[in-house]
């Protein structure tokens, strides 16, 4: 047999866990599973002696905004910091100025994105308005998933948040029957607005410099109320539900007690299970990151419900900001915008994670990438199986990544102020896109590469 290529020497991870093996590719994708002593031909061979072999990942909640918002970094850049993070399908969200949130609109992102991108890319786009025909137009559009808000739009941002933005119950409601229809999945930011606005008022005239208070304006109870109330409201609706970045023991509490109810997922980031309120303190405006960054109990919840499924899906909400924009909000974690880069620094922080025996690699494989290709409809991503696309990455768990500002290839890595000094065991070595090495101590591959993700079954 002749391949393509062979990458050999290396552990495998797949989907019946770790082994000694070698891939062949062929034609971007998987074209065999070999034992580790099986003779094979190869146009390339890639040595991975000492490293572990995983599926690319994919990140389903990342916030890129262009083509608008050049300053806050570009396709190219932060396409290419998903290759430098081990990312080979990223899902953007709506959230831009015009929101995405009619074919038009989607159209236009794809056209932009496809000409641009490192990796493969997806669309969420908001539905607007809550109707039949708008809904199944969106869906027919190639959209990866609907995305909306159970909060009203920040002051400022409608044009952002036109479709996304649903703080009436009777709205969520709608959203999620209308979507149920399509088949799609509907991610939401849960956080409660009644709650949320009372909560404002509570901490009004306080220190917005003391970086607790952020968690005081935007309490757990938020999140676990909305979350509890988008589950109840499932229990009819029956959509393909998915919470976002949730963040408290509280929400975990909530998810638990409706296991089995509906078709629901949720999702943490490596923000909330690394890091405390403590730290956003030490880190600055920089850090802050809605809903907030809570505390060790909260944190040590969330990887609990990792390890026992009730969290299937890690992901960056990776969403930059320039400095200027923080900087402007010095002092203030009232008014400063929220968002943190993390396409870079999601996988040597979930190694880590595994270096110190907190989970499993297999499970840190699943929650990066093999759920999301579940959950999305992607049946050829996410697992290195014969016949799988060829988006792999080699992993060498003994070295040993620093994040520092000058080595990051996004835009917003002069805002990277949580995981600046961080020292994560384990490191990207190489990252292969359809079978093409497009990041191998450095970007190799060139704008344009990343393909257009639809849904199984989709246009
Ligand atoms: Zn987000």
Redesign the pocket.
Known sequence: MSFDKLIRGGILMTPDGPRPGQLALSGGRIAGVLGPDEQAEAGEMIDATGLQILPGLIDI?C?IRSPAYPNRGSVETETAACAAGGITSVFE?PITDPCCNTPEKVQRRREHFAQRAHVDFGLYAAPLPLTEAAVDALAGSGIIAFKIFTTPPPPGREREFAGLAWPDPADQMQALRLIARTGLPVVV?AENADILARAAQLVAGDDPGDARIHNRARPPMAEALAVAMLLTMNMRAQARLHI??VTSADSIEVLRRFAGTSDFTAETCPHYLCYTETDVARAGVAAKINPPIRHAADREALWQAIEDGVLAHVTT?H?AFTPQEKAAHTGNFLTAPPGHPGLETMLPAMLDAVHTGRISLQRAVSVMSTNAAARFGLPDRGRLSKGGRADIVLIDPTALTTPTAAKLLTAAHNIATLTEGAVFHGALRRTLLAGETIWHDGLTGTPGQGRFITPKGQA
Do not use: Q, W
Request: net charge negative; glycine share 0%; proline share 0%.
């Open positions: 909640h916030h969200m930011h976002a970045h909400d969403a």
